[in-house]
């Protein structure tokens, strides 16, 4: 997660994924834009789901629901995808609703580890009157097997082999 500013309050971006409010924070989020169709993207990291194109560029989409375990679903007309920046990429996440920008104190945050031991790609967690808010570590998403995979799908899809363009033509955003 990155450092809280200095003012001591973090502006997160909230959303639901089934039942749950997860939250990334403000930087880290380019863009909230509606469901698209997704390509299938070969040799990806199973939590991959595909590639859409966004203004041009391939951008990988990633499974929240995978990767925390949670029932898959279709995709619905009403989903959204945030587009966000981990350290290392530009990544697209299928979320139920977006339900905007809370800012929350940095004395609010609670390290995982003190609540939930071992609860992966969790940077902190709020307590709010109505339950938790999930701090979604998008740097820690992918493991570096998973990063490396992903890099090596993307580089077969762009080659004149893999077909690139065909590979993202359903979602230009």
Known sequence: MPMIPASGIESVVVFR??????????????????MVAVAPLAAAPHVTLGVINVHGAVVP?????????LDSREARISDHLLLARSRRRRL??????????????????VPPDAILPGIGHVAGLVALPDGLLFVQDLDAFLSLDEEQSLDEALRRAASPAGDSHSAAAGADR
Do not use: N, T, Y
């Not at 039942?19 to 834009?33: F, G, K």
């Not at 299928?94 to 905007?100: A, C, S, T, Y």
């Open 61 to 69: 989409v990633v499974d929240l629901r995978r990767r925390l375990g």
């Open 17 to 34: 994924l089934a039942d749950q409010r997860w939250a990334l924070p403000v930087e880290s989020v380019d863009s909230v834009v509606s």
């Open 92 to 109: 697209a996440m299928p979320v139920d609703e977006v339900l905007g920008v809370s800012e929350v104190s940095a004395k609010q945050i």
